[in-house]
């Protein structure tokens, strides 16, 4: 999976399909990521002694990572990323997140 927690990202499939968000948390090991503001969620919290009125809270559940793309910072379309390797001048090579056709780093 080539999403990070901060990714600018768009939904291209689902209830939610077209809108944008952050990715706030990742889980990798099931390939879901969970957006700001997509798929959100009500959750019925209980009274309690320390909450005696209890709460409905909005959450926003997990999404397939299948279902969101990156946003190109340049031009603010959905693309997808690869991994390039760069060699500095201390010839230390480092990964570095670009677009697919190569033209605005990710990272």
Known sequence: MKLKKGDKVIIIA?????KTGTVQKVHADVNKVVVEGVNVRKKHKKP???????AILDIYAPIDASNVALIDPKTKKATRAKIEFVTGKDKKVTKVRVT?????KLD
């Open 14 to 18: 689902g209830n939610d399909k077209g």
């Open 48 to 54: 309690t002694q320390k909450n005696p009125d209890g």
């Open 100 to 104: 697919r056709d190569g033209k605005s």
